[in-house]
């Protein structure tokens, strides 16, 4: 059996969308246009570096809404093999812990030898959810790591610690969450989209997976949104000038105002 | 509390998972101490490493009345795995029903694992917590800090991971008992090892310690730009440092990197330059005395924090800036002399 990474993935609103909460869920209203959380190119750059050292192949998948599904097909432009959407009605709503629930169960079928997750997801998912799939598949986590590669038979990861870098060890099969901007993601070009459209999207439920409603639903999340109003404002008392001419006098005179010069 | 019962068996007095840093307790997680007060009237507190039992006799002067430490040589703070199973441990011998943390890179992990591990709701990103009509709510800014979420936890444990500087800590001494923990540890937990420490701390002055820092992010052209904010630090007195993409394109050194991932700091004046002020790079530098922004986009949320800006060319307006203070100092040497 060839090896295998898989790699988790999210679709978010796009960045010139304005994000809107529903009133009557308290949930982020997805109707809008959407893109691949921009963190997770990154986490397919990773996935794709480790998997040509193993020659191995990459699967993405993703919890997603129906209508979020063609988004994904961004990541085959980008050279992942083959996608995968978890795609359910009764998943809307799913926190954290229901999340993982159900991409450890699919990741489980799959047996990767490594799962990359990217950074904190843009509308607030958290980068949580690589500790828990860790933990439902009883396999070990490297978190906030820049780097990954594969050294003789076990994953090495490069990560920032309070007093520089720190270079973890671990078995495979792991489970890799990735810091902020780990690679340099490439760009897909023409020919890579155009044959991109040609592949299928695979679209499975929470059932195909062996999920009851009980532990899939919103029945099986252990969090739930109370209220949500708006910020109060502070109103902000800076002092802005605008432009470069004069600027640094204004500053001067900013800093002795505050007696710092 | 407001007297209602908690919903659940376990107990009422909240496990604070205290991180260390060099040696000593962050601020952050101390300030999680006086948290677990105000909710419950008491406070217990879990810290592992090697230097723990030296960090668990400070905690009773933050208000913690029962403390745990694990110092084992197992336990290293960059290793998540082995923490994991001493807490979790702790919460099943004791049953804790509320768990409150940080939200480092290795806090994150513990609270997720544990999340999985006790299919227990995990509330992250908080900015505080209080109990209302027996209930334990929790706040979280979202869509860009503009609105104010008000979330809950169904069953329990419950574990509620804070933003990073949102509190401060509250010197209040209690008696206090501490004791060490003999945590059975899994072989997922040892399968993970330290290969490298790669330490970026140079010798000499520290960015912590520094009155004046002048920084730069991603709106700085090219790496000899740098040079500019360099003068001006140097004009100033101060140091230089970077929010992380500029340590990620291998311009600067990480330990001049200020934010989240990297230094907290908080000088007497701060400069950012070209810095677009991402919640990241907030959380390092918020606390600083006078902050000052210069950035081309009148959008950037750096306006929002600092006490004034201008909306220009950073590579006009530093060496411009640099250009008056050493005049001005040279005015002062010459009067002076």
Known sequence: MGAKICVCL???????????????????????????????????????????????????????PLSGVETLRHALALGVDRVVAISDVSLAGADMVVTSRVLAKFLEREAPDVIVLGSQAMDGRGAMLGGAIGQHMDLPVMSGVRSARVEGGRLRATRLSADGEVVLETTMPCVVALSGSANVPRYPSFRDIVTSKRKDISVISAADLGLVPSESGPAGSRTHVIGIAPRPVRQADAEIFVGEDGAAAFLVGVLDRAGLT | MSGADMSGSGSDTPL?????????????????????????????????????????RTLPGYGADEVWFADQPTFDAELP???????????????????????????????????????????????DVEMRDGQMVGTRLALGDTVVIDVGWTGEPRLASFRLGVGEPVEQQVPGSV????????????????????????????????????????GVRDAASLQLLEALASALGGMVAVSMPLVDRGWYPVSAQVGQTGQKVRPRLYIACGISGSLAHRVGMEKSGTIIAINSDPSASIFGLCDAGVVGDLHEVVPELTRLIRARRAAEASAAG
């Not at chain 2, 007060?37 to 230097?51: E, F, N, T």
């Not at chain 2, 082995?82 to 919460?91: C, F, N, T």
């Open chain 1, 10 to 64: 999210k679709v978010v609103p796009r960045a010139e969308v304005q994000l809107r909460i529903e009133e009557a869920t308290h949930r982020l209203d997805r109707s809008g246009a959407s893109e691949l959380n921009p963190a997770d190119e990154y986490a397919i750059e990773e996935a794709l570096s480790i998997a040509a050292s193993l020659d191995a192949e990459v699967v993405a998948v993703s919890m997603v």
């Open chain 2, 16 to 56: 604070v998972f205290i991180e260390v840093r060099r040696g000593a307790a962050t601020p952050g997680s101390l300030a999680l101490l006086a948290t677990a007060r105000r909710l419950a009237g008491a406070a217990a507190a879990v810290v592992c490493g090697p230097d723990s039992e030296h960090v668990a």
């Open chain 2, 179 to 218: 004791q060490r923990l003999e945590p059975s540890i899994s072989s997922r937990a040892l399968r993970t090892t330290i290969h490298e420490r790669r330490d970026s701390t140079h010798e000499g002055a520290q960015l912590v310690d520094a009155a004046v820092i002048v920084a730069g992010g991603r």
């Open chain 2, 81 to 127: 795995g082995p923490i994991i199973d001493a807490v979790a441990g702790l919460i099943v011998a004791r049953g804790f029903a509320t768990v409150l943390l940080e939200t480092s890179v290795a806090a994150v992990e513990i609270a997720a694992s544990l999340s999985a591990r006790f299919d227990a709701g995990v509330n992250w990103d908080l900015q």
